[in-house]
């Protein structure tokens, strides 16, 4: 994979054009968790129609994209329209990475066992090990640890690659996660800092209000540091979040997040991607800067246990 990410990199840095290398597709905004900092509401209820999604897939495909990340909203909460974009983006497009992002509630054994041959990496969303902290912020009622715990496992028996994201905030910034990372023992942690966009959670007439979960950089990295020793730790402050992610919307549209809000670009429907691409806002060097490029599709990778996951009994 070293080899190939090299290779990767050297695609974007003698390319002229934006090459839309990694595309995060939300194609839902719809979600069952009413988390207080989410920077991307449910303000439409709008679905694609499948042969539209596939279509818009196709381009970005045919302009260069090695990686699709179908996120929401709840992808889940759509599982037969998540299942035939996956095995579409890796039986027919041929995608290097198909992954998704999840908050777990919906997710079935019976789905990874169905699909593991279409989804590299499965990464939940999951911002403290203390179910009280979890109920505060929004994410679920009380079984979203125990439900994490499950996924985890079954990601192993599956062979996809389990992520884990954290959102870091007022309410978790203290806490202690070393320990459960170590159980859990995901390949690759993801720890973001809170990000206001002001039409999304600004609080101005937003669905959501962030401000109270907003943390500083300093507590942000304090986090960080208690943290340093786990191998898989990705931090993402704000300055590096913000402009770096290719973001796809329910209308095929990319989101320009450089105004501190999000403003769609036109469809990939109805304008060539490139086209689209000059509307997105995107900082190329950002993406390669944040570790974008990464050990994407399933291969055998080191993980924060050091492997030794597979032993362990919840």
């Known amino acids: 994979m070293h080899h190939q990410k090299i290779k990767t990199e050297n695609i974007l840095s003698q390319n002229n054009k934006k090459v839309p290398l990694s595309v995060n597709y939300h194609f839902t905004r719809k979600c069952n968790y009413e988390c207080g900092f989410c920077f991307h509401t449910a303000k439409t209820s709008y679905l694609a129609p499948i042969e539209d999604a596939k279509s818009g897939l196709r381009k970005l495909a045919d302009e260069g994209m090695k990686k699709i990340n179908f996120a929401g909203g709840e992808p889940f909460l759509y599982p037969k329209y998540l299942e ?4 579409y ?3 027919v497009l041929k995608v290097e990475s198909a992954s998704i992002v999840s908050n777990g509630s919906k997710i079935k054994y019976e789905f990874l066992q169905r699909n593991k041959d279409y989804i590299d990496i499965l990464a939940i969303s999951c911002d403290s090990f203390d179910e009280s902290v979890n109920k505060k912020i929004g994410r679920g009622t009380g079984k979203h640890v125990e439900k994490l715990s499950d996924i985890s496992r079954w990601c192993r028996e599956f062979g996809i690659k389990f992520k884990l994201n954290t959102v870091v905030n007022a309410y978790n910034k203290s806490e202690d996660m070393n320990e459960n990372i170590l159980k859990i023992a995901p390949f690759r942690w993801k720890c973001f800092q809170v990000l206001i966009l002001e039409n999304e959670n600004g609080g101005e007439g937003t669905l959501r209000d962030a401000r109270e ?5 300093q507590e942000f990295e304090e986090f960080i540091q208690r943290h340093s020793k786990q191998k898989c730790l990705v931090p993402e402050p704000n300055n590096l979040m913000k402009n770096s992610y290719l973001i796809l ?5 990319f989101l320009n997040c450089t105004n ?4 769609p670009s036109e469809s990939i429907l109805d304008v060539p991607v490139e086209k689209a691409l000059m509307q997105a806002g995107w900082d190329q060097e950002a993406f390669i800067g944040r570790s974008g490029i990464y050990d994407w599709s399933k291969q055998p990778s080191n993980i924060c246990g050091n492997n030794q996951a597979k032993e362990l009994e919840w």
């Open 84 to 87: 035939e974009l996956l095995r």
């Open 260 to 263: 501190n809000e999000k403003t």
């Open 89 to 91: 983006c890796k039986q």
């Open 213 to 217: 979960f907003v943390v500083t950089d």
């Open 249 to 253: 919307d329910e209308y095929l549209r």
